[in-house]
């Protein structure tokens, strides 16, 4: 939190500054005027300039002692924020309104690799990307990037891109427009996170593969309103009908009163009991195929919270 200083009264340094100046007036005026009555006759002249004298040194040396105390204060102050911003994850910079640099994290100069002797406050957006050219970290055209970024910011809208490296690693940059024109931006590293998202859809896609193509039907239900999620194809072919017209519905919407109630009573008695059930052969009075004589399993899935997530049935 910055705290606005409204008056100069209020300016503690101020204060101790006239303190000083006032005590030093009078000691040096008392000092004077003893010497005058006891020793040497001093003109009331000489005795106010003396005094002044006093009250000026005074002045000068206290505020030279808060003129320090004060750098070191803002030395302080810097350090920290300094420490703060380099124990950051993400990389940051911050621009003016004229696309000049004014602030920046370790982490950023390392993620595109400039060298630390050429980053300094004022380096202007350009230089700054000809010199991630040069590091391989840019590969983009300066001029295109720059118009574009300055169209983003005219929106005054935050505003995010994932960026891909010529070094085959994916930033995630969130671009933040400023009052002043400029603009805040934080970069993330997220290469690994995009691989992980990649292997997730390309298991996903296979293990889909696997079940639509299984040749015993699978139909699997959400707890606790047992709607339909996945039917396979073979799921679709011993039902007759169009899978489309099943899925988020509950059994009673599409089978007949009586099956419907059957299948739901054995789902929520699966739910109760956990674990799974077989059932030997059995009628089931299909949608769209008439009756059918199957045998069934059902199978309960828990979740992360080790509560009841879904129902697997297969035919």
Excluded at 72 to 95: K, P
Aim: hydrophobic residues 45%.
């Amino acid at each position: 939190m910055i705290r606005t200083i409204k008056s100069l009264g209020q300016y503690r340094g101020w204060r101790r500054i006239v303190t000083a100046g006032a005590m030093s007036f009078a000691a040096t005026l008392a000092a004077v005027l003893i010497v005058d009555l006891v020793l040497v006759p001093i003109s009331a002249l000489s005795i106010v300039l003396a005094a002044t004298v006093g009250g000026l040194v005074g002045f000068c040396w206290v505020g030279t002692v808060s003129a320090v105390r004060t750098v070191q204060a803002i030395g302080a102050l810097n350090t920290r924020r300094e420490v703060a911003l380099d124990s950051m994850i993400q990389g940051l910079c911050v621009f003016d309104s004229q696309y000049r640099l004014v602030v920046w994290n370790d982490p950023y100069r390392v993620m595109y690799k400039l060298d630390a002797r050429g980053l300094k406050r004022g380096v202007g957006l350009r230089d700054l990307l000809i010199a991630r050219q040069a590091a391989g970290t840019f590969a983009g055209d300066v001029d295109e990037y720059m118009a574009a970024l300055k169209d983003k910011i005219g929106q005054s809208k935050a505003f995010a891109v994932d960026i891909e490296l010529p070094d085959g690693r994916t930033i995630a940059v969130v671009d933040t427009p400023t009052p002043d024109g400029g603009w805040i931006a934080t970069h993330e590293d997220i290469t690994e996170r995009k691989r992980a998202e990649r292997e997730l859809d390309h298991t996903r896609a296979f293990l889909d593969t696997i079940v639509e193509n299984v040749p015993s039907p699978i139909m699997v239900k959400a707890i606790p309103h047992l709607e339909y999620l996945l039917i396979n194809r073979a799921a679709e072919d011993y039902l007759g009908i169009d899978r489309r017209e099943l899925l988020g519905k509950t059994s009673g919407s599409v089978f007949a009163a009586e099956t419907a109630d059957m299948i739901e009573t054995e789902d929520r008695r699966l739910i109760a009991t956990g674990g799974s059930v077989f059932r030997d052969e059995h009628a089931v009075m299909t949608p769209g195929n008439g009756m059918r004589i199957v045998t069934s399993a059902r199978l309960q899935v828990v979740g992360t919270d080790n509560k009841p997530q879904y129902l697997i049935t297969v035919i």
